[in-house]
């Protein structure tokens, strides 16, 4: 029986899923064949994602924040709290810290994590890195309902009209700050207010 139903999911995941380019096209006024490269881009990297391997001495990689909690974790059971309270006190402590704090606890990290036997390679990617100028390709964030440019919480005008109006903080979409202005300026995206002035001109 099983094995029916999988195979009626998988019939009608792909019926589904051959009508989707079409329709949001139509609904979104983005380009079918860019919609369909996403969205099987997207959902070839959701299938292949699998879970990081422990390294063999069973322990994984952890960061400051894990090293800074279970130094101070102890300290704020002793207390009394309930398990709940402890974890918000934790995030909220480590919220409060100064950079240089923070750096102390990731370096503690760093030297566990070697102890450990796990690599500590960063992935630290800018998002000019990761979004060609040329190549500018934006997606529907669903919480705003604002489009995005991938990789990026940049936000653009529409698909078509790829004007940066701004950057999504939360749900909603705020103005830009000097430094990202600065990084627009980089990747050579236009922003609002250079379009309104060569509107003007």
Do not use: H
């Amino acid at each position: 029986m099983s094995t029916v139903l999988k195979a009626v999911s998988t019939a009608m995941s792909k019926a589904l899923l051959s009508r989707l380019p079409e329709q949001a096209a139509a609904k979104f006024e983005i380009d079918e064949a860019d919609f369909k490269e996403f969205l099987n881009d997207f959902l070839t990297g959701e299938l292949k994602m699998t879970k990081a391997k422990k390294p063999s001495n069973g322990k994984g990689k952890v960061s400051g924040y894990i090293v800074f909690s279970s130094e101070n974790r102890q300290a704020l059971k002793d207390e009394g709290m309930a398990f709940g309270e402890i974890g918000k006190k934790l995030g909220q402590m480590w919220r409060e810290l100064d950079d240089d704090d923070k750096a102390e606890w990731n370096e503690k990290a760093k030297a566990r994590n070697e102890e450990n036997g796990v690599t500590t390679t960063t992935k630290k990617t800018s998002a000019a890195k990761k979004v060609s100028t040329t190549e500018m390709k934006v997606s529907r964030d669903s919480t705003s309902k604002s489009w995005l440019i991938q990789g990026t919480k940049f936000a653009v005008q529409s698909p078509k009209n790829k004007i940066v109006i701004g950057k999504l903080r939360g749900s909603k979409i705020v103005k830009l700050t000097e430094k990202d202005m600065e990084e627009c300026t980089k990747n050579k995206w236009k922003l609002k207010e250079e379009s309104d002035d060569e509107e003007e001109e």
